[in-house]
């Protein structure tokens, strides 16, 4: 049994945040391979990710589904998890209390799975890694921190809801077998940051 099982055993019977923790069906860890270079990070589990224990298992999951195929991959060989492991009740946004508690757990699977771009989806997943940035104007840019390039790109249940937002989510996935090539090692992208279309230097922390 991995560590990284082991640690998704521990997230499943999690009960921090009892309201989350009395409302769910199931909590949804994560999926995906434990050595993937590329780890995507939403929101929250929805209905059917409650209910099944997957993410990204509904509509969005189709359309994430289809993004990962499109860069020649598929779902086995990425990790995708969220920001909050448990479904809020009525769909309602996570909480920053909620956030902040699970938090632990995702940096404990970003320690053990070592991805080389962590996809943020969505606007509580860029926040959490980069407070105060705005979607609209990062997606499809990446800034590498501690070795790790992180990529921004809009929730894939955003085009569901904006149509026009498909082909900009589609453009966005495809660059990131560019950003993967410059990862051959990070250092190297790191002494060329130019040729990266980086979120603004002081954003570095
Ligand atoms: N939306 C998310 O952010 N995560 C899921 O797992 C499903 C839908």
């Not at 996570?94 to 940096?107: K, S, Y």
Request: with cysteine.
């Amino acid at each position: 049994m991995s560590v990284l099982y082991e640690l998704c055993q521990e997230i499943s019977s999690c009960r921090k945040c009892p309201v989350l923790a009395e409302n769910r069906t199931r909590v949804v860890p994560g999926s995906g391979a434990e050595d993937a270079d590329i780890m995507l990070i939403g929101e929250a589990p929805g209905w059917h990710e409650d209910q099944q224990g997957i993410p990204f298992v509904g509509q969005a999951g189709v359309f994430l589904n289809e993004l990962i195929s499109s860069i020649g991959m598929n779902r086995e060989q990425v990790y995708i998890t969220n920001v909050v492991k448990c479904r809020p009740p009525n769909n309602r946004d996570p909480l920053p209390e909620e956030i902040q508690t699970c938090r632990t757990w995702l940096n404990q699977q970003i320690e053990l799975i070592q991805p080389k771009i962590i996809v943020t989806l969505g606007r509580y997943s860029l926040a959490m890694f980069f407070p105060g940035k705005s979607i609209g104007k990062v997606h499809g840019t990446s800034q590498i921190r501690d070795d790790i390039i992180y990529y921004a790109m809009y929730h894939p249940a955003a085009a569901l809801h904006q149509q026009s937002l498909r082909k900009i989510i589609q453009d966005d996935m495809l660059r990131i077998p560019s950003l993967l090539n410059k990862t051959g090692s990070v250092s190297q992208a790191e002494q060329q940051p130019e040729q990266l279309n980086m979120f603004e230097v002081q954003n570095l922390e």
